[in-house]
């Protein structure tokens, strides 16, 4: 003290002494909530993790962490009805982020640049046999590959697919499209064998040696209706007519088609009629805001001219016309008859009333429950027989090729458990990053990058791809308004905001810490973090 | 915008950083090698809005004159808290001599610094509303008038906080404080006092004035190196929120600061040499009471003994301030 200036007794020091998170009665910690367009994918994609690399214009990481979940990317930006985009949190700010055309964007950027899949992991050794080509059976087939099992696709038709050939038309889905991503599956080292029936499981297992098998046979017998109907009255089903437009002779339906029926195939047939000369009608005993087919498949189909007499059920069928009977809907909502009749012209009518599954394969199986024509499966999607497993349209559940995918995924990590003499125990789910977790006051202001449409000619004399795709510079805009719900998108705003020094940047791609020793507990980082990737949490006082 | 804004980059200009743009769009509260001139250890309050202002701008100041900052601090929450003899948690030469002679003091030292030859010094003075608008007032005249060589930035949290909170000349009309308690037929601080010191300081035509608040990080750094890079007298006031005076919670700190932007309470514009160059425009218009309910010393206007009378004059001003320095977009305005 001797050697210190007069009045000055202590030497000067730094705040850092002063350890003020002791104040603190909240920690903020971070975290990682669910992204809601990941909670709605039926094929459970990381969407906010691949947007995440193609916002920083890496398409090829943004396209492998997509084809970890699902290896039809292609496929899925034009044919998905993208749940994702319905529960965007984007949507409550201006509108959905547009994920279903940038997933397109990185689908055909793969194609075009020729991108392979990661190699399989070390061969197990175990074969597994996956019957049936479609979206179900090629996912699990996929996956099943990557973790290093030898699997065999037999497929009774004469091209892999399924309903994503011989269902969906080719103006919604090109068939380029679908080759392209079939292959790259089957250079995997899948065994693909056409035009092979399985007549009986069991024996089908046995005679190939298999260890497993996932069923995945879809549902292609159209449902009948009883319609009272002249000998000569032309009546199809829809499944025949979407199935017959994939081979050379077109079927032949006449000039005025009647289509029966409110579903997506209904809507599907009825624009196939449009544009091979027909002039199409759907007749649906119910609403619009009541019909099956998603609305803007509706709205399409309204554009390019087909009709659509909602309200009507069809009582009697003759050569040349039909009898439709008015319906009105009761106070429950159902259509009853109202006893008013008109007569249409119809030279066929088409029956899309749902479809049926052909379980025929199953027969003598031991230990199978068949419900309502599905077959019932476990949680893990094993049937009752063990080792034997089933997804896509043969089991309960929304018949689309996103649950298709979804299901071959599941089945897959679990026969992959299940032949390890083990359980498949997914990792619990975060919670979910709702909008009220945000800050959107941080979000540039944004619209949706409309995606061109086909002129209005061609959508009615050709089966041209109806919707067009994004090219790179628009795709990545429409990446880059993710909002990256629950997700730390390395904004740096809890590190700029703290009065307090307290957050630690750790450079490029690691992200942040708290530094406990100082942080006061205010607040103001989980308020202000766009995303919602901060929580408060108590402090044990 | 009085800026450049970032072009859509998903968060654009709104957030501190991103990841997806270059190191020279990047805002100096971004980088790692940030000079964190207030550094952690300080005793300002939870979610203290002026220990975060003055990071901002001083951090701002720093980079822009290469670290060759000199600091002179009024008395004040700010002095009180960085610096208990003998701790600080300043990381730059900085002196503190009274309450009312920062502006006078910081004078000196440019002085000082112009006869050693030391140009590239640069000198900031700063204080709150209470050392700023009212005991340094006259010497924050004087060093306008004289236009000396200085940066004075005022961080303003509307009255006088380190001493238990006392009506200033910047505590707004129906505020509470312990000096204007809401009792009365006029609760809280009066209309029609007060005194609006950016408007004073343009009126001594001095180079720059600007204001600011701690919600727009971007705007508040590109005055604070745009005031860097002129030499004379340069004034910026900004808006510091104040959990404890105000009785908002700690988080809530920008919240409000950008509340205050956006309801127009708060006009955040630039001027040269007394005319206004540019305004930072409301994004989305919000009604006064989206402001003033978070606050308890602003209570008093709603709830049983309610004073919309008060809370419409409130928003009177907000609309005023709004058309005098048009913060609102043409198409906005009319709809």
Redesign the interface.
């Known amino acids: 003290m001797a050697n210190k200036p007069f009045a000055i007794t202590l030497k000067p020091g730094t705040s850092l002494a002063n350890l003020t998170g002791s104040w603190r009665s909240a920690r903020p910690v971070y975290l990682n909530r669910l992204p809601p367009c990941n909670n709605a994918c039926p094929a459970g994609e990381n969407i906010q993790g691949w947007l995440f690399h193609a916002e920083s214009g890496d398409y090829e990481q943004a396209w492998r962490v997509l084809v970890r979940d699902n290896p039809l990317p292609a496929v899925m930006g034009r044919v998905c009805y993208h749940p994702c985009e319905t529960s965007c949190n984007r949507g409550q700010l201006d509108e959905a982020v547009g994920i279903n055309s940038v997933e397109r964007f990185l689908g055909d950027e793969a194609n075009k640049r020729g991108w392979k899949f990661d190699a399989p992991a070390a061969a197990t050794g175990k074969k597994v046999l996956v019957v049936g080509a479609g979206p179900s059976g090629l996912s699990a087939a996929y996956h099943l590959a990557r973790m290093g099992h030898q699997v065999e696709i037999q497929e009774a038709g004469p091209l892999a697919g399924g309903m994503m050939r011989f269902g969906i038309p080719k103006y919604r889905l090109p068939r380029e499209v679908l080759d392209a991503e079939v292959q790259r599956i089957l250079d995997l080292g899948v065994t693909l064998k056409l035009n092979t029936k399985v007549e009986h499981i069991e024996q089908s297992m046995k005679d190939g040696g298999f260890d497993a098998a996932f069923l995945a046979v879809g549902a292609h017998i159209g449902k009948r209706a009883m319609i009272p109907a002249g000998d000569a009255a032309h009546i199809v089903d829809a499944v025949s007519v979407l199935r017959s437009m994939e081979g050379e002779d077109k079927p032949m339906l006449g000039r005025k088609v009647v289509v029966y029926g409110g579903g997506n195939t209904a809507i599907d047939v009825a624009r196939s009629v449009k544009r091979m000369g027909g002039e199409p009608i759907i007749v649906y005993r119910r609403t619009r805001d009541r019909a099956p087919a998603h609305d803007f498949e509706i709205e399409e189909a309204l554009q390019e001219g087909v009709l659509i007499k909602w309200l009507s059920t069809i009582k009697q069928a003759e050569v040349g016309e039909i009898t439709v009977e008015k319906m009105e809907l009761d106070e429950k909502g159902f259509p009853q008859p109202t006893g008013e009749f008109e007569k249409l012209e119809a030279d066929s009518v088409v029956l899309a009333l749902g479809q049926d599954v052909d379980l025929s394969l199953l027969e003598g199986v031991s230990g199978l429950e068949i419900k309502d024509g599905t077959v019932q499966v476990a949680p893990n999607m094993m049937t009752g027989h063990d080792g034997i497993f089933a997804g896509g349209d043969m089991v309960p559940s929304e018949r689309t090729v996103t649950v298709g995918v979804g299901h071959g995924k599941k089945a897959a990590r679990n026969i992959d458990a299940w032949l390890r003499d083990i359980t498949y125990a997914p990792e619990p789910k975060h919670e979910i990053a709702t909008f009220d977790k945000l800050n959107p006051w941080y979000y540039s202001d944004a619209d949706k990058t409309v995606r061109p449409m086909l002129d209005m000619i061609r959508r009615q004399t050709s089966f041209d791809e109806v919707q067009g795709g994004l090219d790179e510079t628009n795709a990545l805009f429409e990446a880059r308004r993710c909002l990256s719900c629950g997700n730390c998108f390395e904004c740096d705003n809890c590190y700029g905001v703290c009065p307090d020094n307290a957050v630690i940047k750790l450079g490029p791609g690691k992200g942040f810490e708290f530094n406990y020793d100082y942080c006061k507990g205010c607040g103001i980082c989980e308020a202000e973090c766009p995303c919602g990737s901060i929580k408060m949490v108590p402090e044990d006082i | 915008m009085s800026f450049q804004p970032v072009k859509?980059?998903?968060?654009?200009?709104?957030?501190?950083?991103?990841?997806?743009l270059g190191p020279d769009e990047?805002?100096v509260?971004?980088g790692?090698l940030r000079s964190?001139s207030i550094?952690?250890?300080?005793?300002?309050?939870?979610?203290?809005?002026e220990?975060?202002g003055a990071?901002y701008a001083i951090d701002a100041a720093m980079a822009e004159s290469n670290n060759q900052l000199i600091a002179v601090n009024a008395t004040g929450c700010l002095e009180v808290f960085?610096t208990p003899?003998?701790?600080?948690?300043w990381q730059l030469p900085w002196i503190h001599s009274l309450f009312g002679n920062a502006a006078a003091v910081a004078t000196g030292v440019a002085a000082a610094l112009k006869v050693k030859g030391k140009t590239e010094v640069r000198v900031v003075a700063q204080g709150g509303d209470g050392g700023t608008t009212d005991i340094g007032f006259g010497c924050l005249s004087g060093m306008f008038e004289r236009n000396d060589d200085v940066l004075y930035i005022c961080y303003d949290n509307e009255a006088y906080m380190n001493t238990g909170v006392q009506r200033s000349s910047a505590t707004p009309p129906t505020a509470r404080t312990a000096t204007t308690m809401p009792v009365g037929k006029e609760p809280g601080n009066v209309f029609g006092q007060g005194k609006n010191v950016p408007e004073i300081a343009m009126a001594h035509g001095i180079p720059y004035v600007a204001t600011a608040t701690v919600a727009d990080?971007r705007d508040l750094e590109y005055k604070v190196r745009k005031a860097m890079k002129m030499h004379g007298a340069r004034y910026i006031h900004i808006f510091v929120p104040c959990?404890l005076g105000w009785g908002s919670?700690?988080?809530?700190?920008?919240?409000l600061a950008?509340l205050a932007k956006e309801t127009g309470t708060f006009p955040v514009f630039e001027a040269e040499h007394g005319e206004v160059t540019s305004v930072l425009k409301i994004r989305k218009k919000q009604p006064i009471e989206e402001y003033l309910k978070p606050q308890k010393r602003f209570a008093h206007l709603f709830g049983k003994h309610a004073h919309p009378e008060m809370v419409e004059h409130l928003q009177a001003i907000a609309d005023r301030n709004i058309r005098k320095y048009g913060l609102l977009d043409e198409e906005k305005a009319h709809g």
């Open positions: 859509f980059y998903q968060t654009g200009t709104y957030t501190v950083g991103n990841r997806l990047r805002s509260q971004s790692e964190n550094n952690s250890g300080h005793r300002a309050c939870q979610g203290c809005g220990a975060l990071r960085s003899y003998p701790e600080s948690s990080l959990p919670a700690s988080h809530d700190t920008i919240k950008r």
